[in-house]
């Protein structure tokens, strides 16, 4: 039997996974989704959401997918990595998973821009549809495909942008974006994702327990466990996810009853004697 299902859940609520379903949508990540969602209802064409590892970006992007695909007017599609070489690669890449017509093998980009254009002016024009692409870990987008992307925001009529973009990256992606002031100009709403305070850190605790199933009258983290977790953690979601799921690991293995301080401090002890303490801040944030 799963852990979880010893501690009366029916779901593991703290898995590092980004499903939408166990996203706790804190004051700032409900602000950014709205004005997303505000955004490409009225075609305006670029929305940036900025944030560092492990503030939620990906988590807030499959949200937004969740909400996409309840739109039977919306045709999108999310790149997860966007490292592209060259241009022909990107726009192959936007030709096949749009499902468009690729043009004979040996044709110029133009014709592959051509062939992009015409799609996006008769599902944005013709048949009214929004065209969304959602680009996370943007950061890793270089100078040739940031320039692609504002030519693709050029695609307009009169009253709105055919392609719909938003952009979920690292801080880095700023300074990018600002060094390219035909393409900075054209964001229509930027936002940056800061750690959650201490209520948020405390409510997405709670949250994600009650999403997993849980119905016993009794707190499974005790307050003071809640403020060591805030402590430690500074807010970053995924590493109260993965802080979290380790003490409700140890409840079942020494047949605990509830997460105390000092539970949270023997658990924060043991990864600082690894030394796994600074990789965790640093580097584990990455996939919330």
Known sequence: MSY???????????????????????????TALTNILIELRLR??????????????????????QELRAREDCIFHMILDPSFEKEELFLN?????????????????????????????QKGVIENKTVCLVIDEAQKLNGMSLELLRVL???????YKLLQLV????????SKIMSMANFF????????????????????????????????????????????IYQYTRGYPRQITMLCYKALKHLVMKKELVVDARLIK?????????????????????NY
């Open 93 to 121: 890449y936007l030709l096949q998973n749009f499902d468009i017509p690729q043009p004979a093998p040996g044709e110029n980009l133009l014709s592959l821009r051509e062939a992009l254009e015409k799609f996006l002016f």
């Open 266 to 286: 023997k658990i924060i002890q043991e990864e600082v004697r690894t030394g796994w303490q600074r990789k965790d801040l640093l580097l584990q944030r990455e």
């Open 44 to 65: 305006r064409g670029l929305s940036v959401i900025l944030g560092d590892i492990g503030t939620g970006k990906t988590s807030l992007s499959r949200k937004l997918i």
């Open 4 to 30: 979880f299902k010893v501690l009366g859940f029916q779901k593991e609520p703290f898995s590092t996974s980004p499903d939408p379903e166990f996203f706790y949508l804190s004051c700032e990540h409900e």
């Open 153 to 159: 925001l050029n695609y307009e009529t009169n009253e």
């Open 185 to 228: 100009d054209r964001i229509s709403f930027k936002y940056t994702l800061n750690p959650l305070n201490y209520e948020d850190t405390r409510e997405m605790i709670e949250f994600r327990i009650r999403q997993a199933g849980y119905k016993a009258s009794m707190h499974l983290f005790l307050e003071e466990a809640i403020r060591e």
């Open 167 to 174: 952009l979920l990256g690292q801080l880095e992606l700023h």
